[in-house]
């Protein structure tokens, strides 16, 4: 979990007050799925949809969320409830006959995924006559970029490996990642068929699914994750955004790269722990996401604060303190990550994290491996790495600046 948990809120409760909410929390992890559907519509402004009657007093349906722009709207758009990630490979081939393979892919991906957004065709994604509301985004592998002679960003690379990671081959890498945000799984499933049926058109094949979900979260609210905790809470602003996050002027503008990795928390180990000792390790008050230093979930937290004993307010295995831009020049990633519950034994973060240098991850994951206070909770079983592709403005398709 290698983040500084942030989105773009603050909880006014006292920390004693957290700790009832924590308990209540870990204790509903593995259902929190169900709950889903209870933020639809809660992410963005509704408007109303042309032509669908509304009942009197009713709330008018939220907008579609539009495909086409400059930015994939995976990454522009206010998080979903629920996510699918879906990998494929393309089968070996020369490099003329890849690119060829990959370009009929994303237009195909470019004409199906625009569709969807409506109005659609499919009357699956129109219940009771409101266009369905998802978000998406593709990137390319390491492997398929290089096999292809792709121009991608420098120092894009698979992600060396890491002390303590598990990873399983059959959950991790692939050619190419979809991921998919809707505010259900039904949305999630009819898009992932849609979508998959253009891969497989094109000769690509499967090679692993994940899905995740999002607490009930109010807006404007940062999601907390399995351990009761905000995730998301030092996310870049805009001006941040376009020095550590997006590319700079030139073929790569608008694109990033995304960094997958499936972590495993062990919640009952974790919840066990007297609340002080959670906050210890994480850095932050579970009650409100603040600093341990700090009395608001965004204040910055103070690294060279001391107790009268000479220690360290935020201790120095703490999360929030490994994980801190200032061990890295300032620089942030852009953290949208999920969690997921597949087993009664097996449940945790879909950490999806963007920045421009996929090398500064492997810079915090290595602090945090060595000596983060949650590595005993923590397991990675899963990694992708990939480049995230720039939108597709109207009348273009992804991927059009691969071929210029």
């Excluded at 006014?12 to 799925?33: I, K, Y």
């Excluded at 065709?121 to 970029?145: C, E, I, M, N």
């Excluded at 690379?157 to 998919?180: C, H, I, K, T, V």
């Excluded at 979508?195 to 907390?224: D, E, I, K, N």
């Amino acid at each position: 979990m290698p983040t500084e948990p942030e989105n773009a809120s603050s909880s006014d409760l006292p920390a004693a007050a957290g700790v009832g909410r924590r308990r209540a929390l870990l204790a509903a992890g593995a259902v929190l799925a169900a709950g889903v559907g209870a933020a639809v519509g809660e992410l963005v402004e509704h408007e109303r949809a042309p032509g669908r009657a509304t009942t009197p007093g009713a709330p008018p349906p939220a907008a579609p969320i539009p495909f086409h722009g400059a930015r994939q709207s995976g990454l522009t758009a206010p998080q979903l409830p629920a996510t699918r990630l879906l990998a494929f490979d393309l089968p070996q081939a020369t490099a003329a006959d890849g690119r060829e393979t990959l370009r009929t892919l994303l237009t195909a991906w470019t004409r199906t995924l625009a569709a969807a957004a409506g109005p659609s065709p499919d009357p699956r994604l129109r219940a009771d006559g409101a266009q369905a509301r998802f978000t998406s985004l593709v990137g390319l592998g390491p492997g398929l970029a290089a096999r292809l002679a792709l121009t991608v960003p420098a120092g894009f690379a698979e992600l060396p490996p890491f002390p303590g990671e598990r990873l399983d081959p059959a959950r991790g890498g692939g050619d190419l990642l979809l991921q998919l945000g809707a505010a259900d799984p039904w949305t999630l499933a009819v898009l992932a068929e849609l979508a998959a049926t253009a891969a497989h058109g094109a000769g690509a094949a499967p090679r692993w699914a994940q899905s995740g979900f999002l607490p009930p979260t109010a807006p404007g609210v940062t999601p907390r994750n399995l351990f009761g905790f905000k995730d998301g809470t030092a996310n870049p602003d805009e001006d941040a955004a376009r020095q550590w996050v997006w590319g700079p002027p030139g073929p790569h503008q608008d694109a990033t790269v995304l960094v997958y990795r499936r972590i495993r928390m062990d919640t009952a180990a974790f919840a066990a722990l007297p609340g002080e000792q959670q906050d210890l390790a994480m850095g932050r008050r579970a009650g409100d996401g603040a600093p341990l230093t700090g009395t608001a979930e965004h204040d910055e937290p103070d690294l060279y604060a001391k107790h009268p004993d000479g220690a360290y307010v935020i201790p120095t295995t703490s999360h929030v303190r490994l994980t801190g831009p200032r061990l890295d020049g300032g620089a942030r990633m852009l953290r949208r990550g999920y969690s997921y519950d597949d087993a009664p034994g097996d449940r945790g973060l879909l950490f999806c994290a963007f920045m421009r240098d996929p090398g500064q991850f492997t810079r915090v994951q290595n602090r945090l491996a060595e000596r983060d206070a949650l590595n005993p909770f923590l397991e990675h079983t899963a990694s992708a790495v990939a480049y995230v592709l720039p939108g597709a403005p109207e009348g273009t398709a992804l991927g059009d600046h691969l071929w210029a």
